[in-house]
């Protein structure tokens, strides 16, 4: 039934105004639709990106959005960090730690958190 259907990641926040900051500058998504002052969509891909104002912003203890990000992982997270990003690393079984990037056999990821504490991640898959 849904399979067929496009769907979007929502992301909630205390303060669209620094969220937008973030997801514009640091993440360099762009904003496609706005609604007042509560709602900001974003583009990533082929699929978009809800960020939107909530009293429950940061209270989801895992990932909210993963982005497969291929070869480019090494170069993305580089530029993430010199814009003042920083990694969660995680103690994971059978996983080493490399720099910020957590790799297991092929498989490399990194996850960070935004402004309000939302888990993001970044795989080479």
């Known amino acids: 039934m849904l399979g067929e259907k496009t769907s979007s990641a929502n992301i909630a926040v205390k303060d669209l105004k620094i969220a937008k900051n973030f ?10 639709d706005t609604f007042e002052d ?6 990533s ?5 809800v960020v939107y104002r909530s009293e429950f912003a ?20 580089s530029d ?13 079984p059978n996983t080493t730690l490399n720099g910020d990037i957590h790799i297991d056999g092929s498989m ?5 958190k ?12």
Do not use: M
């Open 23 to 32: 997801y514009e500058n640091t993440l360099g998504l762009k904003r496609i």
């Open 38 to 43: 509560e709602v900001i969509v974003y583009k």
């Open 45 to 49: 891909g082929n699929s978009s990106i």
């Open 58 to 77: 940061g209270t989801n203890k895992s990932t909210c959005v993963t982005w497969a990000v291929g070869d480019d992982i090494e170069n993305i997270v």
């Open 80 to 92: 993430l960090k010199n814009k003042g990003v920083r990694f969660e690393h995680y103690d994971i």
């Open 108 to 112: 490399k990821v990194v996850w960070f």
């Open 114 to 125: 935004d402004p309000d504490g939302n888990i993001l991640n970044l795989i080479n898959q």
